[in-house]
Nanobody
Framework: QVQLVESGGGLVQAGGSLRLSCAAS????????MGWFRQAPGKERDFVAG????????YYADSVKGRFTIGRDNAKNTVSLQMNSLKPEDTASYYC????????????WGQGTQVTVSS
C-alpha cells in the first residue's frame, strides 16, 4: 500500500524559505512521477512541481520557476520541495502525490502540510 507523508510546513515571512519533505513507502517508485500540489482556501488544487523518480527530470508551474526546487533522495525514498523567496500568495496546503509514468492521473496523495507566508 502506497503511503505518502509530508512534513516541513510552517509559518514564514515573505522572502523566507521552507523545505517540504515527502516520505514515500509501499512500493518502488522507479517508474513513477512524484509531484507537489497546493490548494489555497476556496481555490482548486494546482500543480506546483514534478519529478521523474528515475532520471530526475523536473517540471515546474510558471508561478514557482526559479524559486522552488524539487528533488528526490533514492536512499531515503523521499521527495523534497525547497521553497525560496516565498510570497504571501504561496500560502496553501501542500500535497505530495504520485502516479505511474504511463498514467496521467495522480492516484496517490499525502495528507498535506500547511504553508503560511506572512507579508
Amino acid at each position: 500500500q502506497v503511503q505518502l507523508v509530508e512534513s516541513g510546513g510552517g509559518l514564514v515571512q515573505a522572502g523566507g524559505s521552507l523545505r517540504l519533505s515527502c516520505a514515500a513507502s509501499g512500493r518502488t517508485f522507479s517508474n513513477y512521477v512524484m509531484g507537489w500540489f497546493r490548494q489555497a482556501p476556496g481555490k482548486e488544487r494546482d500543480f506546483v512541481a514534478g519529478i521523474r523518480w528515475s532520471g530526475g527530470i523536473t517540471y515546474y508551474a510558471d508561478s514557482v520557476k526559479g524559486r522552488f526546487t524539487i528533488g528526490r533522495d533514492n536512499a531515503k525514498n523521499t521527495v523534497s520541495l525547497q521553497m525560496n523567496s516565498l510570497k504571501p500568495e504561496d500560502t496553501a496546503s501542500y500535497y505530495c502525490a504520485a502516479r505511474p509514468l504511463t498514467i496521467s492521473s495522480w492516484g496517490y496523495w499525502g495528507q498535506g502540510t500547511q504553508v503560511t507566508v506572512s507579508s
